[in-house]
C-alpha cells in the first residue's frame, strides 16, 4: 500500500487525522518539500507517527525508485507539501505504483488551488495555471507570457506559480522583462496585480500597482501572484480591503 499524503498549504498543523492514521499504519514514510516549500515541523509528525520520515530530494523522487520499491513490500506514506496530487511529479509516481500493481490511497490536503481563494477572486473565473521559472544563461522561457496573455484575452484570473525559492519580487522583475520581450502590452507599472504569502497561516495578500508592489517586503516564502482578468464588481470591492 503506497499512502499519498498532502500535508497542507502551511505547516505540520494542516495535516489531516485521516493522514495521521495511514502514518500510523505505515512501516515507512517519505517525504518532498521542493515542489511546494511549507513549513513543517518533521519532528512534530514523527512523535505522531511513531517512527522516523526521510525527506527525499528531486533526483530521489523522479529518479530513483525509492518509494516504490518500499511500497512493493510494505505500507508506505509519502508526504507533500500543499495537496498530494497538485505536482505532476506526484501523478507519475501513483501512476508508476499502480502499474506496479501497488494499491494507492491519495490524503487530499489544502492547496494553493483553493486557498487563493482567499484573495476574493472567484475560483471558476481562473483560467490555465501558469508557472514561471527563473531565468537562466540562453534559457528565458516566452510561454509563461504566452498563456497569461491567453486568459487574459479570455478574461480570465491566471495563478501564477514561482519558482522554488523565488520571490514575487524577482518575479514581477521577470514579468517586466518578459514585457519588454514579447511587447504584448500585457504590463506596465500602473498594472495591478495580486500578491499572496505564506496563504494558511499568517496569511498576506496585496492588490497594487506593478511600481508600488516591486518595493513592498512580502515576508517568508511562498508567494503567488494572481494576474486579474475582467474584475467582477463584488471581486472589486473584496480586492480593495488589500
Known amino acids: ?9 502551511y505547516d505540520e498543523r494542516d495535516i489531516s487525522l485521516k493522514a495521521i492514521d495511514a502514518l500510523k499504519k505505515s ?54 507539501g500543499g495537496d498530494a496530487l497538485s505536482a505532476t511529479t506526484h501523478t507519475q509516481l501513483m501512476l508508476d505504483a499502480k502499474k506496479s500493481g501497488i494499491v494507492v490511497k491519495v490524503i487530499h490536503a489544502s492547496s494553493i488551488f483553493t486557498a487563493i481563494a482567499e484573495t476574493g477572486l472567484q475560483l471558476y473565473k481562473f ?24 486568459n487574459l484575452d479570455s478574461g480570465l484570473h491566471t495563478l501564477l506559480l514561482l519558482d522554488i525559492g523565488m520571490s514575487a519580487n524577482t518575479a514581477i522583475d521577470i514579468l517586466m522583462d518578459l514585457e519588454e520581450k514579447m511587447k ?18 499568517d496569511s498576506l495578500v496585496k492588490y497594487d500597482t506593478i511600481s508600488s508592489l516591486r518595493k ?25 480591503t488589500f
Open 184 to 201: 504584448g502590452n500585457i504590463f506596465s507599472n500602473r498594472t495591478r496585480l495580486v500578491v499572496a504569502a505564506h496563504l494558511g497561516g
Open 1 to 9: 500500500m503506497l499512502y499519498m499524503i498532502g500535508t497542507g498549504i
Open 27 to 80: 512501516k515507512k514514510i517519505y517525504a518532498e518539500f521542493y515542489t511546494c516549500p511549507v513549513n513543517v515541523n518533521i519532528e512534530v509528525l514523527e512523535k505522531q507517527a511513531g517512527k522516523k520520515i526521510r525527506v527525499l530530494d528531486r533526483a530521489q523522487v523522479e529518479e530513483q525508485d525509492i518509494i516504490i520499491d518500499s511500497a512493493k513490500k510494505q505500507d508506505t506514506s509519502f508526504l507533500v
Open 127 to 150: 483560467g490555465k495555471t501558469v508557472s514561471l521559472p527563473l531565468p537562466q544563461v540562453n534559457y528565458f522561457p516566452t510561454t509563461p507570457y504566452t498563456n497569461l496573455k491567453e
Open 216 to 240: 513592498m517586503d512580502f515576508g517568508a516564502l511562498p508567494h503567488t501572484i494572481v494576474i486579474p482578468g475582467k474584475l467582477h464588481f463584488t471581486e472589486v470591492e473584496y480586492l480593495k
